[in-house]
């Protein structure tokens, strides 16, 4: 199964504010099969000790150590925000990418992450896609070359 697919893509959704996004990026992780409920809380407890925040508008929550039983399958969701919210200090981020990995399958995908991020076309279009079709093609697997 693909690391990020189409159900686990919420588009134009809108967050009251930073533990509410974690929270509706780890449902989408949820509700696809990719883990338990309690991984979601292991997400809000990461973000309480570090920041998941890239910059750019966007962050990456993801679970602690002690949730790695929580996984079930590797899996990344997105959350796009159309609003945003505040993240910390005086940032706002309008992309939040849930990660469930349980070993290194999410690697290509934070490496394509960190190219599209760094691409503000790239980024643009992907805080205003309409078009789940688009956030695959940009953060979905690659094949490797």
Request: glycine share 8%; net charge negative; with cysteine.
């Amino acid at each position: 199964m693909a690391i990020l697919s189409k159900d686990r893509i919420s588009l134009q959704a809108s967050a009251t504010d930073k533990a509410d996004a974690i929270r509706k990026a780890g449902e989408l992780l949820v509700n696809s099969g990719c883990v338990l409920p309690e991984y979601v809380d292991g997400m809000l407890a990461r973000e309480q000790s570090m920041s998941t925040s890239l910059g750019n508008g966007v962050a990456i929550p993801h679970g602690i150590y002690e949730n790695r039983g929580h996984i079930l399958q590797t899996g990344i969701s997105v959350l796009q925000l159309t609003d945003g919210v505040e993240w910390d200090e005086g940032e706002k981020v309008f992309m939040v990418i849930g990660i469930a990995a349980s070993s290194d399958e999410h690697v290509g995908v934070l490496s394509n992450l960190a190219d599209v991020i760094d691409d503000e076309e790239n980024l643009a279009e992907l805080l205003k896609t309409d078009d789940p079709d688009v956030v695959v093609k940009y953060l979905g697997e690659k094949e490797p070359s």
